[in-house]
């Protein structure tokens, strides 16, 4: 073959691969480099029972052994911060991350919140990462192209592609209610977990996070904007802040819909607007259905008490409620929860004074007639876990309180003297 010909070969040939490189190859050429494997070890104690003599004498033995995990994550600054899912590296002893490029590095967690499901890791390196950017996910379209990649099964550096399915999705697991999930049809298995989902243009809109395990093609996101509040921050204090709204509701019913003149089946009731709170600053009033938080509608009571536990103080916060026949859209600007108020919400709901003391809190005072009294609470009771959470001080109390705000009672574990005892108290 002459010069002149295999010149017009290799041009054609690599004008078929230019044809080729579509908007998805291009997306994936940009961005692969930024996300990263997750690998974790975490050491698990299994109880036993053996054989013969040991087994009388000791009783069940016991076993500790290493399980590996998988997961992936996404690099978004590139001096090592990562971003992947709280279940991904939830109890894991040891965290590590391998790079695009094969090499592999030990993470530190820098928090994590397991009501987003976000994690924040951070690798030290003496050259910048390739990192993606994270864009928004305030102006998604239901149809529009979106592409993940992560490791599904451990098959690192694996592309998928679908479109946007729908927003607003609310998925409940267990306990925990998960909100505003971006829906997408592009595959997402196990071990796709904390990867990044992309737009068309490359820009992260998205984190993986969850599927339903009996379908096909139905896997969810965390959106981009609600991924920047939580990363930041986890990053500036290694946890999320609560964040004080200042409402309760509770559960509409088809016949208080009625009464109200609301017409749909979706919807929660404001029975109450805390004095000086935030929403009582932005005229929310009790009485009012909140139909809408941002973009998405309210599902119920605890679709709309989720969301507020994932909002962060100094965001903002959209809300279309009806009154009156009439829809009201206003923003409510959350606040760091006071420590006053939790004071008097635990005086107010279970009839407790209480003040840091060693190992957990002591109770200073109980109020005559409340059910703490009735169970024979008395000062100088030692209060060590409220809904399992384990409260060694002020601030470890204040947040398992926040929690508990919505639920109707509380679990307590109380130490007296040398003994331990829980009991259940209306909240």
């Given at each position: 073959?002459?010069?002149?010909?295999?010149?017009?070969?290799?041009?054609?040939?690599?004008?078929?691969?230019?044809?080729?490189?579509?908007?998805?190859?291009?997306?994936?050429?940009?961005?692969?480099?930024?996300?990263?494997?997750?690998?974790?070890?975490?050491?698990?104690?299994?109880?036993?029972?053996?054989?013969?003599?040991?087994?009388?004498?000791?009783?069940?033995?016991?076993?500790?052994?290493?399980?590996?995990?998988?997961?992936?994550?996404?690099?978004?600054?590139?001096?090592?911060?990562?971003?992947?899912?709280?279940?991904?590296?939830?109890?894991?002893?040891?965290?590590?991350?391998?790079?695009?490029?094969?090499?592999?590095?030990?993470?530190?967690?820098?928090?994590?919140?397991?009501?987003?499901?976000?994690?924040?890791?951070?690798?030290?390196?003496?050259?910048?990462?390739?990192?993606?950017?994270?864009?928004?996910?305030?102006?998604?379209?239901?149809?529009?192209?979106?592409?993940?990649?992560?490791?599904?099964?451990?098959?690192?550096?694996?592309?998928?592609?679908?479109?946007?399915?729908?927003?607003?999705?609310?998925?409940?697991?267990?306990?925990?209610?998960?909100?505003?999930?971006?829906?997408?049809?592009?595959?997402?298995?196990?071990?796709?977990?904390?990867?990044?989902?992309?737009?068309?243009?490359?820009?992260?809109?998205?984190?993986?996070?969850?599927?339903?395990?009996?379908?096909?093609?139905?896997?969810?996101?965390?959106?981009?904007?609600?991924?920047?509040?939580?990363?930041?921050?986890?990053?500036?204090?290694?946890?999320?802040?609560?964040?004080?709204?200042?409402?309760?509701?509770?559960?509409?019913?088809?016949?208080?819909?009625?009464?109200?003149?609301?017409?749909?089946?979706?919807?929660?009731?404001?029975?109450?607007?805390d004095e000086g709170s935030p929403a009582a600053a932005a005229g929310v009033q009790?009485?009012?259905?909140?139909?809408?938080?941002?973009?998405?509608?309210?599902?119920?009571?605890?679709?709309?008490?989720?969301?507020?536990?994932?909002?962060?103080?100094?965001?903002?916060?959209?809300?279309?409620?009806?009154?009156?026949?009439?829809?009201?859209?206003?923003?409510?600007?959350?606040?760091?929860?006071?420590?006053?108020?939790?004071?008097?919400?635990?005086?107010?709901?279970?009839?407790?004074?209480?003040?840091?003391?060693?190992?957990?809190?002591?109770?200073?005072?109980?109020?005559?007639?409340?059910?703490?009294?009735?169970?024979?609470?008395?000062?100088?009771?030692?209060?060590?876990?409220?809904?399992?959470?384990?409260?060694?001080?002020?601030?470890?109390?204040?947040?398992?309180?926040?929690?508990?705000?919505?639920?109707?009672?509380?679990?307590?574990?109380?130490?007296?003297?040398?003994?331990?005892?829980?009991?259940?108290?209306?909240?």
């Amino acid at each position: 073959m002459s010069s002149s010909l295999l010149v017009v070969a290799l041009s054609l040939v690599a004008g078929d691969v230019n044809t080729r490189r579509s908007p998805v190859v291009q997306v994936v050429e940009k961005v692969s480099p930024a996300v990263v494997y997750v690998g974790t070890v975490q050491v698990v104690e299994t109880r036993f029972r053996g054989r013969g003599f040991d087994d009388f004498f000791f009783g069940p033995q016991e076993e500790r052994r290493a399980v590996e995990g998988l997961g992936s994550g996404v690099i978004i600054d590139p001096s090592g911060i990562i971003v992947t899912n709280d279940h991904v590296i939830r109890g894991a002893s040891q965290v590590h991350i391998v790079l695009a490029d094969g090499r592999q590095l030990d993470a530190e967690v820098i928090g994590s919140d397991a009501d987003a499901d976000l994690a924040v890791l951070k690798v030290n390196t003496k050259t910048p990462l390739p990192s993606a950017k994270l864009g928004t996910s305030a102006d998604l379209m239901i149809g529009e192209s979106v592409v993940a990649i992560g490791s599904p099964l451990g098959l690192k550096k694996t592309v998928t592609v679908g479109v946007v399915s729908a927003l607003g999705r609310t998925i409940r697991h267990e306990d925990r209610v998960f909100n505003d999930f971006i829906q997408t049809d592009a595959s997402i298995n196990p071990g796709n977990s904390g990867g990044p989902l992309l737009n068309i243009d490359g820009e992260v809109i998205g984190i993986n996070s969850a599927i339903i395990a009996s379908a096909q093609n139905i896997g969810f996101a965390i959106p981009a904007d609600k991924v920047r509040r939580i990363v930041n921050e986890l990053t500036q204090f290694g946890k999320v802040r609560p964040a004080w709204v200042g409402l309760d509701v509770q559960p509409l019913t088809l016949e208080l819909s009625r009464r109200l003149g609301w017409d749909r089946t979706y919807g929660a009731l404001i029975t109450s607007v805390d004095e000086g709170s935030p929403a009582a600053a932005a005229g929310v009033q009790r009485g009012d259905i909140v139909v809408q938080v941002g973009s998405t509608q309210v599902e119920d009571a605890d679709d709309l008490r989720s969301r507020l536990r994932g909002v962060t103080a100094k965001s903002q916060v959209a809300m279309k409620l009806f009154r009156a026949g009439q829809e009201i859209s206003l923003e409510l600007s959350p606040v760091e929860f006071p420590q006053k108020l939790v004071d008097a919400t635990v005086w107010e709901r279970l009839g407790l004074r209480l003040k840091p003391a060693q190992g957990g809190m002591s109770i200073i005072a109980v109020r005559p007639g409340t059910a703490a009294s009735r169970v024979g609470l008395e000062p100088g009771d030692l209060l060590l876990r409220v809904n399992q959470q384990p409260v060694p001080g002020a601030e470890a109390f204040k947040e398992a309180i926040i929690q508990a705000r919505g639920k109707p009672s509380v679990l307590l574990l109380v130490k007296r003297g040398q003994r331990g005892y829980y009991l259940t108290l209306p909240f």
